[in-house]
């Protein structure tokens, strides 16, 4: 069983900058691939970006366009989601997601909690 927890929400401004991390705890690791979504009220979950065990491929969500990067470090056992030029529509609550083996889109086994992210002025 892996269980996950998000940090590194909170509230920023338009334009700003915030890194969320997605600590992992049981299980191997570095064979799972992890990912990142989003949901905002009243919408659907939303995939914002994966990266392979090895940490050499990512994949991200169309609205990306650049502006986060998703990274990991098998030894610290942490995913991490670096978020520039934040928009008042990235609010949501921002949720880790871990899968055995090679990426799947939308296939996950495990999902932490979810750490809420309010872009405001």
């Known amino acids: 069983q892996v269980q996950l927890v998000e940090s590194g929400g909170g509230l920023v401004q338009p334009g700003g900058s915030l890194r969320l991390s997605c600590a992992a705890s049981?299980?191997?690791?570095?064979?799972?691939?992890m990912g990142w979504f989003r949901q905002a009220p009243g919408r659907e979950r939303e995939f914002v970006s994966a990266?392979?065990?090895?940490?050499?491929?990512?994949y991200n969500g169309g609205f990306v366009k650049g502006r986060f990067t998703i990274s990991r470090d098998n030894d610290k056992k942490t995913v991490y989601l670096q978020m520039n030029s934040l928009k008042p529509e990235d609010s949501a609550v921002y949720y880790c997601?871990?899968?055995?083996?090679?990426?799947?889109?939308?296939?996950?086994?495990?999902w932490g909690q979810g750490t809420q992210v309010t872009v405001s002025s």
């Open positions: 997601a871990a899968r055995r083996g090679i990426y799947r889109p939308n296939e996950y086994d495990y």
């Open positions: 990266i392979n065990w090895l940490g050499g491929t990512t």
């Open positions: 049981g299980g191997t690791f570095s064979s799972y691939t």
